[in-house]
């Protein structure tokens, strides 16, 4: 296919530290493969090139922490057919939705001597909360493997192959011994999404969650075992309230722990 | 914009850089009033949602200021933190650091240089359109790239926001056989950086200086990366030497613990990044920077490309003052940590334990080190039990907005001179000269539109 033949796609940032859309930049054996499928329409990053829509695909990096970031979700929306968003920022806020338990002010005096000069919302939200979203791929960063899935599957026209079980399966299809049954190491891999492979407990350290919340997270049974493993209150709120705070599940269960 | 005499000229997004920002540039009576690169990413606070957590906790926390320098990030945090607990890494910890560092260099480098960078000096949109022509140079690229990314997937667990780094040192080290099979691949990547030093020296490079002090880690006996201690190169004006200069002048040093006293931040109100000033001056982190405070420690293989590449002798003090080529510069570093990363991984010995014990203690501790982008500083205070009481980040990138700013008027300034540029003219140059700085403006925590206003 060449020219306008080809579906367009669009690569579009809110607040995030850009590690999602470098994953696509980090395909380097499929990059130049992909290109030649889809027309790189809108892709700040890595093209001057800033076509118009509408867009075949769009792909979301970022959560939404400014008036201008509402809007410019609602327009990308109305300019694509498939819309998805793209790591924990983009799926739940990110790590800068830390200030959602926070007054906003306080956090900016720390940071800026004249607050008055910045713009930004009191919270930080994931895409989903302002416009409806095709798919959500997790993590923080995304897997380039399930990046390139999902692209595939678009341009396909059928669903992504992306599971949605626990960090837990992929240590056993790893072959990783569970680093909390025989080191006693406090791991969130039994309540978190299954994507990266299982990469902590393979280099000795329990998972911190990162994927977000898996599809079936029982936590009255699992915050029992973060504590027999040394996890005091702060420590089980704290390690919830990281990159996928706003995540409804990771949310509750912390605010559930402070209020106990 | 009809008369060209006095007119506003502004630059929505800036494409082929890490964050969003905009150029705005004020021009009348044949003058540039006033060249200004405003952020606007959305400021994300992580200096404010760093209080309160544990003190191991950092090195995750703020990898996730930039998806492109996570490591740089990660190595500062834990630099910082153990000197706040009084304790040193050093030996084969130290040098596993270095390699999973030189991994960073390799892929960040490599990703500026052929994807970000290299299209302008051929009128390309991206590296994508750039491969239709040439596509074998493109390939060298990604693969330069992805031999980067495979010592940070081995050494980290993954290529963005590595894993494997603790306070201490890692939570897993290699043993030396798993180490070898990189040895191969980084070879073939000595080669490929080795040609690419030779790609980018054959670009067509404008004549430009830049006067104002560099500043970078120096670490006499190596080229700095993971640590050193803060070097300045005054400006040129200051030898009475031209902005282009090639000589070297008189450097000064202090301790990473005066950093505060030395780089002051200050808030603009046309951007969410903070500026700064070193002692009340302007200066340049980064390649440039490093190049000429630590040239001379280069490898030999590095110090021989960067001679033929036509950047003078390094061992004779040469440095390099002119942003447009710091592409080759960027070139001959990528080189060296490939190199680098080989003499690491020869030498070898799995340390005993993979992280030394960091216990806490209350207290402030100061770190620094080189991210691709320049140098990183990391501040925190501990309370007793380990609780971060206070935290300070000051990236590259919020240094060097002064001199960029500084860079884009004069280079707008001089091309007044040679006649009327349209706009069309003016916004490429200018986001050529922003892009020489390779700007990561997530990790300025706070990136472009060009605006041009003429009066
Ligand atoms: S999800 Fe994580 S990796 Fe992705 S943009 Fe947000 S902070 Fe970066
Ligand atoms: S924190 Fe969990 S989900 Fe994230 S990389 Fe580690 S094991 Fe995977």
Redesign the pocket.
């Known amino acids: 296919m060449t020219g306008s033949d080809r579906p367009k796609l669009a690569v579009w940032k809110f607040a995030?530290?850009?590690?999602?859309q470098l994953t696509l930049l980090d395909c380097e054996d499929e990059l130049l493969g992909i290109a030649e499928r889809v027309e790189i329409s809108h892709f700040l990053e890595a093209s001057s090139t800033d076509a118009p829509g509408p867009y075949d695909l769009s792909l979301i990096?970022?959560s939404v922490t400014t008036q201008q970031d509402v809007d410019r979700a609602r327009h990308i929306r109305a300019v694509s057919k498939r819309l998805v968003t793209?790591?924990?920022?983009?799926t739940a806020g990110?790590?800068q939705a830390l200030r959602n338990y926070a007054d906003v002010a306080d956090f900016q005096a720390v940071v800026y001597a004249r607050p008055d000069y910045i713009e930004t919302l009191s919270t930080s939200t994931p895409i989903s909360a302002h416009v409806p979203v095709d798919f959500e791929l997790r993590?923080?960063?995304?897997d380039r493997g399930q990046l390139v899935e999902v692209i595939t599957a678009y341009l396909a026209e059928r669903k992504p192959d992306v599971p949605a079980h626990s960090v837990c399966f992929e240590c056993k299809q790893r072959g990783t011994v569970c680093v909390t049954v025989a080191h006693g190491t406090p791991c969130l891999g039994p309540v978190t999404h299954a994507g990266c492979g299982a990469i902590c407990p393979a280099y000795g350290r329990g998972c911190y969650g990162c994927f977000g919340p898996s599809n079936s997270t029982n936590f009255p049974s699992f915050i029992p075992l973060l504590r027999r493993d040394g996890m005091d209150t702060l420590d089980v709120v704290r390690v919830l309230r990281t990159?996928n705070t706003a995540a409804p599940e990771f949310d509750a269960a912390s605010r559930k722990e402070l209020e106990e | 914009m009809t008369h060209r005499g006095s007119r506003v000229l502004k630059v929505g997004s800036l494409a082929r850089v890490e964050g969003e920002g905009a150029l705005h540039l004020r021009m009348g009576g044949g003058e540039v009033a006033e060249a200004r690169l405003a952020i606007y990413e959305p400021p994300r606070f992580f200096e404010a949602f760093l209080r309160g957590r544990s003190y191991a906790e950092p090195p995750d926390i703020t990898s996730?200021v930039c998806?492109i320098c996570p490591v740089a990030y990660q190595m500062s945090a834990c630099r910082a933190i153990e000197d706040a607990c009084g304790v040193v890494v050093d030996g084969q910890l130290a040098a596993l650091r270095r390699l999973l560092y030189c991994g960073e260099w390799i892929e960040s480098q490599t990703l500026h240089i052929y994807l970000l960078h290299a299209p302008d000096f051929f009128g390309c949109d991206s590296a994508i359109d750039l491969a239709r022509t040439r596509r074998a140079d493109i390939e060298r690229g990604l693969r330069l790239k992805q031999a980067g990314n495979a010592i940070l997937e081995l050494l980290g667990g993954r290529a963005?926001?590595p894993v494997n780094v603790r306070l201490g040192g890692f939570h897993r080290i290699p043993s030396t056989t798993e180490l070898r099979p990189l040895t191969d691949r980084l070879r073939r990547a000595r080669d490929d950086a080795a040609q690419t030093v030779r790609w980018v020296a054959g670009f067509e490079f404008p004549d430009a200086g830049c006067d104002n002090d560099l500043f970078a880690l120096s670490e006499p006996g190596t080229y700095a990366i993971e640590s050193g201690t803060p070097t300045v190169m005054p400006a040129p004006h200051t030898g009475c030497l031209p902005p282009e200069s090639d000589r070297a002048l008189p450097t000064r040093t202090f301790g990473v613990h005066e950093f505060g006293a030395h780089v002051a931040e200050s808030q603009v109100p046309h951007s969410t990044a903070l500026h700064s000033l070193l002692d009340n001056r302007r200066h340049l982190t980064g390649s440039l920077a490093r190049y000429a405070i630590s040239g001379r420690w280069l490898s030999p293989i590095a110090l021989q490309a960067a001679y033929d590449a036509g950047l003078g002798d390094p061992r004779q003090g040469t440095v390099c003052r002119n942003p447009f080529r710091s592409i080759i510069v960027r070139a001959v570093e990528v080189l060296y940590a490939v190199d680098e990363a080989l003499r690491i991984i020869d030498a070898y010995e799995p340390p005993p334990h993979p992280y030394v014990d960091v216990p806490s203690r209350a207290g402030t501790g100061h770190g620094a080190t080189e991210a691709p982008r320049g140098l990183l500083y990391h501040r925190y205070t501990l309370d007793s039990e380990g609780i971060v009481t206070d935290a300070s980040l000051v990236p590259p990138t919020a240094q060097n907005l002064g001199a960029i700013e500084e860079d884009l008027r004069r280079i707008v300034q001089e091309r007044l001179g040679d006649g009327d540029p349209t706009d069309a003219e003016l916004t490429a140059l200018c986001e050529r000269a922003v892009r020489n700085h390779d700007p990561c403006i997530s990790c300025s925590a706070h990136f472009l539109n060009l605006t041009v206003e003429r009066t």
Not at chain 1, 139 to 142: A, D, L, V, Y
């Open positions: 995030s530290c850009d590690g999602c990096e970022g793209i790591g924990a920022c983009a990110g790590v993590g923080c960063p995304i990159f | 996730r998806g963005i926001h």
